[in-house]
Every structure is written in C-alpha cells, then in structure tokens.
C-alpha cells in the first residue's frame, strides 16, 4: 500500500491554500493510503517569539485537521514534538545537507527578508532538513502539498538520494503530489503572491474559520484588473484567475468552463464568496463540536502518537545502523 506523510504547522488557522493546496487531498488519500499527517510544532519554533502559545494552536489545529474530514481510524494523526525521533533524524539529515543547497531555499530567502532587521533563526535557514527527516522517517511514497513546497520535496529526495549512496540503501524516495485545482491560490488583494498567514495585511487571506459575513467581504473587495471580461489565463489576469480557480476548486468545474458563464466580475467574486462560505459551514461546525471536548482531541493525538513511533523508531534505527553508530547496550 502507498504511504504518504504531510505535514502543517499549527498556528490554529489554516486558510484556503492550505485547504485546497494540502488538507482536502489528505482527506482522499486516507482511502487508498497508508497516510501519516504531522503537526509540525517544531518547525512551527523557526520563527516563534511568543510564549505559551503553542499548545493551544496545536490542539486548535488538530480539531481543524478531524473536521476537514481526517478519521484517527484511517489516518496517523500527531504532533512532530511528541516523537523525539524527528529532532534525531532531523541532525541526520542536517549533516547530510550543504550550506549551498540550503541557501538556494526560495522560503529562506522570503522569510529571511520579510524578517530583515529582526532575528533570523539558524532553524529558519536547516529546517528543510528536520522536514526531510519528518517525511523519509515513514518510508512515504507520495507526499501530498501545495505547490510552494515542491522545492522542500525535491531536497528532501536529494538529500536521501545522498545518504543512501554515502550508507547503504536506506530511505524511500518520495514524490510531491499536487491536487488538480487548488495547488497554488493566491492571495485576494495581491494576486501575484500566493495566500499565506505571513503577509502583512490580512484583507487578501480567507481563514476556513473566518466568519461567512468576513469571507464575502473578502471576495467583493478582490482585486480583479481594469478590464471587465472574465478569462482565465494567469498570466495576464492573475486575479480573476485565481478566483476562477477557487470556484473550480469548490465546484469540481474548469476554471476555463466556469469563465465562459460569467459576463462580468460582480457576480464571479459573490458566487466564488458563497461557495467558499457553503464549504467551511460544516467544518466550522465540527470544529467548534471537537473543541467542546479536549480531552478527546488528546486521547486522539496519543493514539497518533503511538502509532507513529513505532514506525519512527524502527527507521531512525536503521539509519543510524546504516550509518554504523554504536548501540546502546
Ligand atoms: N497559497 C497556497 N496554495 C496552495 N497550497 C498552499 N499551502 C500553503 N499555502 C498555499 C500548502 O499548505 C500546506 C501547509 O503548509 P505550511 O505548514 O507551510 O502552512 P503555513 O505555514 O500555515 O502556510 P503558509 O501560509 O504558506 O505560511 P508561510 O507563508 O508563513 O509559510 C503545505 O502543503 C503547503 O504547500
């Protein structure tokens, strides 16, 4: 059976990039997959400067990921910190990858100069290589996400590709998969940038929790361009594309279908509004149900965690077998 492993960092929100580029794919693959979804806090440390906010977005984040749609029965649900196997497997592969490749990161270098003048974290600039480590301890064939992310896979098979030669044969390959429509959705107010919690207004970013009232406002102020025919073709209208797609991604209908029916924008930006709004309807509702009751959402995560750490440890086994460690006695 394919196995697959993604992970998100619990901020206790998660916009419709996250949903369309990675959740709703989670969801389809825990039928016909082996499929490993991680919290992953501690990358969630890169850039963390608060305390004592962690673990309430993790718990927030967990009920999101059960009332998209994951079931703990078919899927491995569990927080990246509660295996102490990812931070080891991680200096792995931290020592695996060069200075060079992880500096031609595209994330870094956005990041790092979103934060210019601030502290900049040396887990900001390695932290590909603990994400490397988060994907190869589960031997995942596939590794479902946005399209932001196919540089991270694509290091994370480089860096295998490297140990197994430099140690023996020791880690799956695995490939990035990308939903059909989705993959890459742009913020509303500037649709040239993809939709991210970390921009600095949030008028062009729709949270699925976000209030039905706040998601239409959001979708008539989208910034479209001075034309009035609608046409999709991202080059040259990144914005009314971008909405063409969401509604593609809400209705299962070609962004080049669904352009042949509109005449004008108005209506495009209020019907992709009320689909949007009609999919997070039943999330928010399952959502507020699964926080009425933490102590579930905790048995949930250890079951996750229990389940996980018995294919962790066995990996991080035989990498440092591989690599000829002395053992423990
Ligand atoms: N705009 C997007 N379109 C499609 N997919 C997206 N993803 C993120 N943004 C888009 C996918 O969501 C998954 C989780 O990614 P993450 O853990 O990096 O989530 P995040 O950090 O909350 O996402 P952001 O908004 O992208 O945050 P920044 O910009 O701060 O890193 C991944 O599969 C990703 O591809």
């Not at 078919?74 to 927080?79: A, G, K, M, Q």
């Not at 020592?95 to 270098?109: I, Y």
Request: aromatic residues 6%.
């Amino acid at each position: 059976m394919t196995r697959v492993l993604s992970g998100i960092q619990p901020t206790g929100e998660i916009h419709l990039g996250n949903y369309f580029g990675a959740l709703r794919n989670w969801v389809t693959l825990q039928d016909r997959a082996d499929a490993f979804y991680c919290l992953v806090d501690l990358h969630a440390l890169t850039i963390l400067d608060e305390p004592g906010v962690l673990a309430e977005r993790t718990l927030r984040q967990a009920a999101i990921l059960f009332a998209v749609g994951l079931d703990p029965l078919r899927s491995t649900v569990f927080v990246q910190s509660h295996l102490p196997e990812h931070n080891q497997l991680g200096w792995v592969m931290e020592c695996q990858a060069s200075v060079g490749e992880l500096s031609r990161m595209t994330q870094f270098k956005d990041k790092s100069a979103r934060r210019s003048g601030e502290h900049i974290s040396a887990g900001l600039f390695t932290y590909p290589a603990l994400q490397a480590a988060d994907i190869l301890m589960y031997d995942a064939d596939e590794v479902p996400v946005g399209e932001d992310q196919r540089q991270h896979i694509e290091i994370t098979r480089d860096l295998a590709i490297r140990f197994n030669s430099r140690f023996g044969e020791t880690f799956v390959l695995p490939t990035a998969v990308h939903p059909a429509a989705g993959a890459r959705v742009m913020d509303l107010q500037d649709p040239t940038s993809k939709m991210s919690k970390s921009t600095d207004s949030d008028a062009g970013l729709v949270n699925v929790l976000d209030d039905p009232a706040v998601i239409l406002r959001k979708f008539k102020r989208a910034v479209t361009d001075s034309e009035t025919e609608v046409r999709f073709d991202r080059a040259t209208k990144p914005g009314v594309s971008n909405l063409l797609e969401i509604l593609s991604a809400c209705t299962g209908v070609s962004p080049a279908e669904l352009a042949g029916r509109y005449h004008q924008y108005g209506p495009l930006k209020s019907d992709t509004g009320e689909a949007v709004v009609e999919l997070v309807r039943p999330v928010q509702q399952r959502y507020h149900d699964l926080l009425a009751d933490r102590a579930e959402l905790t048995r949930m995560l250890r079951v996750g965690a229990d389940r996980a750490q018995a294919v962790a440890s066995a990996t991080l086994a035989r990498a440092y077998a591989a690599i000829g460690m002395l053992p423990r006695n």
